[in-house]
């Protein structure tokens, strides 16, 4: 709190005076007081009583009566350990003209900014991006505002997972069921006809392996491998992976065909990017209703080789140890973690291969001090195993790894599933809010007066500042439920609540402009106050956003910031204020305040409408 610094400077000296005690402006814990108690900040006295030797209410009074005699407050109490105290009225004038006499994007800069690059979407493609990827996009968006925002260097990229046995289980499924069939013939958007050729591949096998298990060979398999008190259904479940790697046939031929990729057949990699290609359009499709984009991008058709090529020489250095069957493996147990396999005993990769090779490709290209993964919680435990091996590897950027973990999100409905077709596409589900937000609209009759472009144009801001805030507001590693109608609930925690916040405040500076030469009020009420100390605090809270990647803290903070605003706009009088110089008084308020949720709320990659 730079504005607080006068106070900060005097706590320095009294208490070197006082105590003899050498602090700096960082040991005292001073915050906003909380609106049960008079005051307009508090400090916490526990730990400077423990240092001085006397009581939370004695070292209180001495702080108090020092702040009172230097005229620095006008007042102060004294309630269980923590001192709160008030701001002359004049300090909040001055305030208020020094949050205007500085651009925001200059007040929020911090001191000593770092190149940060953030990796997010990060999609596979054999599926079309769902709701748990749209979490994904809009927690790294909003990362790389945020950090952007406060001064860091950051940049964006995303790694395609365009290779694997997934790609070729919906490759295969196009090859023998589609009878040549594009996506234009279907009249379907791109990407999702490729991950209906996925869910067609699943749900063959389910046919192949249910056939298979009344046969003599699984009774057999059945009979010798169950484990005891072990049920059909129980095992045939569990066995589910072994069957498709030793006897299914679809399992067979989409193994052949990453094998054949692998070693560059020219009708494999042929189809392989006619299919990468359709859903790459589609993906872009979605990325530009998000609003987000990517300044780079890996694939791992290009990674996994230099993955391997690190995996050798992790052999060679004896950080990697090799199988009888040829599989190279790495040991963590060091770690309290587990051995890894890195290299299949036929030679091809997996997924931690080809990020060994992403994370070093990176590097050379950025040198930044820190990458972001933000990848869902299912893949903890393989980022813990990415990590400890990079350590191991002694890599000069191992230090700088992150994993933004995040928790899955469901529907009202339950979970989602990819192979069984039911996942909600990402496109539906704007789709569905953007309809949300218009039959909200209508029922309140707000749009009779505009053209159908502008009220498309409206619905569609709403509808997306709906979805984003609703999923950004939750702290990143909780799992969370989406509920469309819920997220454009006017009166409720929602984006279109603090949209509606500014949107009045613009309605009102539509109508008035605030002048600059009028003077002041003699007094601050105590709205005005509230209004003043949150802009005050508005670039710690996104500093803290911007240390802790996470975008909840800024999300939910613009939200208290509305919440105060719509009080104050509801028990005082702004354009019909009881003097002129009141009215412009509260004028500028208002126009600090809309800036500041404008700017929030663009961290957030939400831009905000100016009507409502």
């Not at 602090?23 to 400077?48: A, H, M, P, Y």
């Not at 994993?403 to 539906?428: N, W």
Request: charged share 25%; aromatic share 12%; glycine share 6%.
């Amino acid at each position: 709190m730079n504005y607080l610094n006068h106070i900060y400077t005097s706590l320095v000296e009294l208490f070197q005076s006082e105590y003899n005690l050498v602090t700096n402006s960082q040991d005292f814990n001073v915050s906003v007081c909380r609106k049960e108690f008079e005051g307009d900040f508090t400090i916490v006295l526990f730990n400077w009583a423990k240092k001085t030797g006397n009581s939370p209410d004695v070292i209180g009074q001495v702080i108090g009566t020092y702040l009172l005699e230097k005229e620095m407050i006008q007042s102060f109490n004294l309630i269980k350990g923590f001192l709160n105290f008030s701001m002359k009225e004049t300090w909040w004038i001055e305030s208020h003209n020094q949050i205007n006499s500085q651009k925001i994007d200059e007040r929020v800069k911090i001191s000593y900014p770092e190149k940060y690059l953030v990796e997010y979407c990060s999609p596979n493609t054999n599926k079309p991006l769902h709701l748990g990827h749209i979490r994904n996009i809009l927690l790294g968006w909003s990362v790389y505002r945020i950090l952007q925002a406060v001064g860091h260097e950051a940049h964006t990229t995303q790694i395609i997972n365009d290779r694997g046995i997934a790609i070729c289980k919906s490759m295969l499924a196009w090859k023998l069921f589609a009878n040549g069939k594009t996506p234009e013939e279907e009249g379907k958007k791109s990407d999702h006809f490729v991950g209906d050729y996925y869910v067609l591949f699943e749900t063959k096998f389910k046919e192949e392996y249910k056939n298979w298990q009344i046969g003599k060979e699984a009774i057999v398999i059945y009979q010798s491998k169950r484990k005891e008190g072990e049920s059909e259904e129980v095992f045939f479940t569990r066995f589910k992976n072994d069957y498709f790697n030793q006897f299914s046939v679809l399992g067979k031929e989409a193994g052949e065909m990453l094998r054949s990729w692998e070693s560059g057949d020219s009708e494999v990699v042929s189809l392989w990017k006619k299919m990468n290609k359709w859903v790459y359009d589609g993906f872009d499709s979605t990325f530009a209703k998000l609003n987000v984009s990517f300044e780079s991008v890996y694939y791992e058709s290009n990674t996994y080789l230099l993955g391997k090529d690190i995996v050798q020489q992790g052999l060679e250095k004896n950080v990697f140890y090799q199988e009888n069957d040829g599989s190279v493996w790495i040991d963590l147990t060091h770690s309290g973690l587990d051995k890894k396999i890195l290299l299949r005993s036929d030679g091809t990769s997996v997924y931690i291969t080809q990020d060994l090779g992403t994370a070093q490709m990176r590097h050379q290209a950025h040198q930044a001090d820190h990458y972001i993964y933000v990848v869902a919680d299912e893949q903890d435990y393989h980022f813990q195993v990415l990590f400890e091996t990079l350590r191991m590897l002694n890599v000069p950027y191992a230090k700088g790894l992150h994993h933004l973990s995040y928790g899955m999100v469901e529907l009202p409905s339950g979970r989602m599933k990819s192979r069984e077709g039911t996942v909600v596409d990402a496109d539906d589900l704007i789709a569905e809010v953007i309809e949300e937000a218009e039959n909200s609209a209508m029922e309140r009759g707000e749009l009779s007066s505009i053209s159908d472009q502008e009220k498309n144009d409206l619905i569609a801001k709403i509808g997306m500042a709906a979805l984003k805030y609703f999923l950004l507001k939750v702290q990143p590693k909780k799992r969370m439920v989406f509920d469309p109608k819920e997220s454009v609930d006017m009166q409720g925690h929602t984006g279109p609540y603090i949209v509606n916040a500014f949107v009045r405040i613009k309605s009102i500076l539509r109508r008035q402009e605030p002048q600059t030469d009028h003077l002041p009020p003699i007094s601050v009420s105590q709205g005005e106050k509230e209004l003043i100390g949150l802009c005050l605090n508005y670039p710690k809270v996104l500093q803290e956003a911007a240390q802790q990647l996470d975008p909840s803290h800024l999300a939910n903070y613009l939200y208290q910031m509305a919440k105060d605003f719509h009080r104050f706009y509801h028990d005082y009088r702004i354009l019909n204020a009881e003097t002129e110089e009141i009215k412009m008084w509260r004028l500028k308020i208002c126009k600090t305040f809309s800036d500041h949720l404008e700017h929030g709320m663009g961290c957030l990659g939400i831009p905000m409408p100016d009507r409502m």
